[in-house]
C-alpha cells in the first residue's frame, strides 16, 4: 500500500461512512418496524429525536460521498506517476482488478448519495415526517453498496505495487483494445453526433416543460438519466478528440489533468449534478400527494428541475465551445 | 386547547441517577383563562410548565396544541412555534446584563427578521403599557426587581404570543410587587391570552383571576379545582 495523505483520508474516510451507514441502517430497520406517529410511546419519541440526529449525521457522511469519487481520481492521477506505462488515472485504475470496479461502485453511490440527501431534504421540509420510512429503505439499499465500494476501495489501495507495469490511456481506451471502455471510445461518430443533441434536447424540452407546468416529471427525470448515460458516452467517444486535439485519443481521464485546466472536473461535476437533479424531479413525484408536503415538494422539483437544466446547458455551452475553437475536425 | 396526553419525563434514563420528574399526567388547559399549576418544590410544576412551552420534550406521551400535535414535531418546526406561540417569564427574570431595558425587550423579536423601527415602537409601546417607558434606556442591572419583573414580562409580550407561560413569577417579589403581577396577569387574560403560571404562593394561586389550580405532587396531578 502507498501511504499517500489522499489514499488515507479516502480509506479512512470510507471506513467512517462505512461505519456510519451501518449504524443507521440498523436504526433504519427500527424505524421501519416499529415507526407509529400516532402513538406517544417512549420509543416512538426516542425514534423521533434520533431520526433527527441519524439523518444529520447521514447529511455529513454522504457529503463526503459525493466528494470522495473526485478525490478517488484525483488520487489515482496523483500516483499515476508511480506506475510504470500510466499516464493518468486510467492507468493507475488499472494497476489492479480493483481499480475500476472501486470507480464504478463510486459512480453508483454517488447517483444513489445524491438521491438520498434529495429525499432527506424533501423529508425534512415537512413537520410529520413524510418520507421517514423512504429514506431508511433506500438507505437499506445503500448500505451494502457503500460498505462493498469501501472495501474495494481499500483493497484496491492495498494492492498498488510501484513495480507493475500497467497500460496507459492511450491504449485502454483505443479502439483496437478488448474492454468496454474501448468499446465506448470505438462507438460510431456520426451517431453519437445526432443522439447525443437528440437527448440533450429532449431533456432540454421536458425539463423546460416541467419547469412551466409541472407536467412530466418522470419524462424529465428518465430523460436526465438517459442525458447523463449519453453524455459520458459522447464525452469518451466523440467530445474528448476536441479537447485532446488528437483524433485518436478517447481517454475520459486526461482532461482532468493541469494540461486541460482541469475542465474534466467541471464536464463531470455538470453531468453527475445534473443527472442527480434531474433524477431527483421523478423521485419526488410520487410523494405529491402528501399534505404536508404540498407546498414545499413542487417548490423544490421546480429548483431540481432549473438545476439539471442550468448543469446540462453549462455542458452543453463547454462541449460546444470546444468543438468550434479547437484545431480539430473530425 | 393544550392538551396533555399521558407525560412521562424521565431524566438520566437509564442511568443510576434516573430521575422521574413527571409520570402519566393528562391535563386539558384551557385556552383565554389562567390556569396556575400548584405544589411544592419538586413536584414537577417547571418541568410540566417547560414541556408545554416546547422548551423541553417528554420522555413518552403527547401534548397538542390547538389540536396540532407538538412532541413530534422537529426542532426547526419548534423554534416557530415556540417563538410566535408563547412568552416566557422566568423565576430569574434571564435579563440580559449590560444591555438596556428596551434591547432586552426586543431580543426575542430578532430571530423574525422585522424591520428595527416597528419594533422598536412596539418594544416601547409594552413598556409604556407597564409604566416602564422611562426606563427604557436604563441597564437591566440598574432595575429594581419589580421593574425587571416588568421588562421580563413586556420581553414575554414582543411577539404577541397567545400563551403567557409565567415559572414562579412571584418568587422574588414581595407582596406589593405579587399583587400588581397578579394585576398585570389579570389584565392579559382580559386581552384574550391565555395564562399558565407554576407557582407556590398563595398570592398567585387564589387571586381572582386565575380560573383554574392543578395541584401537583411527585410528578403527578393529585387534584384540580377552579377559584369562586
Redesign the interface.
Known amino acids: 500500500m502507498i501511504l499517500h495523505p489522499p489514499i488515507i483520508a479516502l480509506v479512512f474516510g470510507s471506513l467512517m461512512i462505512g461505519l456510519m451507514v451501518l449504524y443507521a441502517s440498523f436504526f433504519g430497520v427500527q424505524i421501519l418496524r416499529k415507526w407509529d406517529?400516532r402513538s406517544?410511546?417512549?420509543l416512538q419519541?426516542a425514534l423521533?429525536?434520533k431520526t433527527?440526529l441519524v439523518s444529520t449525521i447521514l447529511s455529513y457522511a454522504f457529503g463526503f460521498q459525493l466528494f470522495s469519487l473526485f478525490l478517488f481520481v484525483y488520487t489515482a492521477d496523483g500516483i499515476s506517476g508511480l506506475f510504470v506505462g500510466a499516464m493518468c488515472a486510467a492507468g493507475a485504475l488499472f494497476v489492479n482488478s480493483y481499480g475500476y470496479p472501486a470507480l464504478i461502485l463510486k459512480i453508483v453511490n454517488f447517483l444513489f448519495a445524491g438521491c438520498w440527501l434529495i429525499i432527506n431534504h424533501a423529508d425534512?421540509r415537512a413537520?410529520?415526517?413524510p418520507l421517514v420510512k423512504i429514506k431508511y429503505v433506500v438507505l437499506l439499499i445503500l448500505t451494502p453498496l457503500i460498505v462493498l465500494e469501501a472495501a474495494v476501495q481499500a483493497t484496491y489501495f492495498a494492492r498498488l505495487e510501484p513495480d507493475v507495469i500497467t497500460s496507459c490511456c492511450g491504449a485502454l481506451f483505443s479502439k483496437d483494445a478488448l474492454a468496454l471502455a474501448s468499446g465506448i471510445g470505438a462507438l460510431p461518430l456520426q451517431p453519437m453526433r445526432i443522439v447525443l443533441p437528440l437527448v440533450l434536447a429532449l431533456t432540454f424540452g421536458t425539463g423546460l416543460r416541467f419547469f412551466r407546468t409541472g407536467r412530466g416529471p418522470y419524462l424529465f427525470s428518465a430523460a436526465s438519466t438517459v442525458a447523463f448515460v449519453t453524455s459520458v458516452a459522447a464525452l469518451i467517444s466523440v467530445i474528448s478528440p476536441y479537447f485532446y486535439e488528437l483524433p485518436t485519443h478517447h481517454c475520459p481521464f486526461c482532461i482532468l489533468q493541469k494540461e486541460y485546466g482541469y475542465v474534466g472536473y467541471v464536464l463531470y461535476v455538470t453531468l453527475l449534478g445534473g443527472a442527480i437533479a434531474g433524477m431527483g424531479v421523478g423521485i419526488l413525484a410520487p410523494f405529491r400527494g402528501i399534505q404536508s408536503l404540498a407546498e414545499s415538494l413542487p417548490a423544490l422539483q421546480r429548483r431540481l428541475s432549473i438545476l439539471a437544466l442550468a448543469l446540462y446547458g453549462l455542458f452543453t455551452v463547454m462541449v460546444l465551445y470546444k468543438i468550434y475553437s479547437a484545431n480539430l475536425r473530425l | 386547547m393544550i392538551e396533555l396526553i399521558n407525560i412521562r419525563k424521565v431524566y438520566n434514563a437509564g442511568k443510576p441517577n434516573e430521575f422521574v420528574a413527571i409520570e402519566g399526567v393528562s391535563l386539558g388547559i384551557e385556552s383565554r383563562k389562567a390556569t396556575v399549576l400548584k405544589g411544592p418544590s419538586g413536584s414537577g410544576k417547571t418541568t410540566l410548565l417547560s414541556m408545554i412551552g416546547c422548551m423541553a420534550r417528554p420522555t413518552a406521551g403527547r401534548i397538542m396544541l390547538h389540536d396540532r400535535e407538538i412532541t413530534s414535531l422537529p426542532e426547526r418546526f419548534l423554534t416557530e412555534i415556540r417563538r410566535a406561540g408563547f412568552g416566557f417569564i422566568f423565576q430569574q427574570f434571564n435579563l440580559i446584563k449590560g444591555v438596556s431595558a428596551l434591547e432586552n425587550v426586543m431580543l426575542p423579536a430578532y430571530p423574525a427578521g422585522e424591520r428595527h423601527g416597528p419594533l422598536r415602537k412596539r418594544a416601547l409601546h409594552l413598556l409604556d403599557l407597564l409604566g416602564l417607558s422611562h426606563k427604557a434606556s436604563s441597564k437591566t442591572e440598574w432595575l429594581s426587581g419589580g421593574e425587571a419583573q416588568r421588562v421580563a414580562i413586556s420581553r414575554a409580550l414582543i411577539n404577541n404570543p397567545s400563551v403567557v407561560i409565567a415559572d414562579e413569577p412571584t418568587a422574588h417579589l414581595d407582596t406589593h410587587l405579587s399583587h400588581e403581577f397578579m394585576d398585570i396577569m389579570a389584565r392579559l387574560k382580559a386581552e384574550g391570552k391565555t395564562i399558565i403560571m407554576a407557582s407556590h404562593d398563595p398570592i398567585v394561586y387564589e387571586a381572582g383571576a386565575v380560573d383554574r389550580v392543578v395541584d401537583m405532587r411527585d410528578g403527578q396531578v393529585v387534584g384540580t379545582g377552579g377559584n369562586p
Request: hydrophobic letters at 15%; proline letters at 0%; glycine letters at 8%.
Open positions: 406517529l406517544g410511546s417512549e419519541l423521533e429525536r433527527y425534512n413537520s410529520d415526517y
